[in-house]
């Protein structure tokens, strides 16, 4: 591997460690860009190319993510918990939710129960693909 492309790893790495800490704030392109000290559609490119997905579409999954663990543990409404998590509004959260889990939140919830293992083990059986 060359020392560009780990500079670039490690410029995207910082960027995405970023979406993971913050994923409720408000995070564009250009914010993410600036993270990575490159510019916004340099940062798309070697995003995806590094990842596998847009940033985007990183964030809304650490999104959904979030919710699905939300929603299991807590009676919180689906609405507090959309904003909690990220999202402009209860509609967008929904339809994301299900593109990304293949249920509604709702849904979701009433099927989801709450199981005494690790968190690590959680985490890897209930991650969206």
């Known amino acids: 591997m060359s020392r560009a492309t780990e500079e670039t790893n490690r410029r995207m790495l910082r960027a995405?460690?970023?979406?993971?800490?913050?994923?409720?704030?408000?995070?564009?392109?250009?914010?993410?860009a600036r993270v990575a000290h490159v510019s916004p559609a340099?940062?798309?490119?070697?995003?995806?190319?590094?990842?596998?997905?847009?940033?985007?579409?990183?964030?809304q999954r650490r999104r959904v993510e979030r919710a699905m663990y939300l929603l299991r543990e807590s009676d919180r409404s689906v609405t507090d918990i959309a904003f909690e998590v990220g999202f402009g509004s209860p509609g967008t959260f929904s339809r994301t939710f299900r593109d990304i889990v293949g249920s509604?939140?709702?849904?979701?919830?009433?099927?989801?129960?709450?199981?005494?293992?690790?968190?690590?083990?959680?985490m890897a059986w209930t991650r969206p693909a």
């Open 16 to 32: 995405r460690d970023t979406m993971d800490r913050d994923y409720a704030r408000p995070l564009d392109v250009p914010a993410l």
């Open 42 to 59: 340099h940062f798309a490119r070697a995003f995806r190319a590094t990842f596998g997905e847009t940033p985007h579409r990183y964030l």
């Open 104 to 122: 509604s939140p709702r849904a979701y919830r009433k099927e989801a129960v709450a199981a005494a293992v690790p968190t690590c083990f959680t």
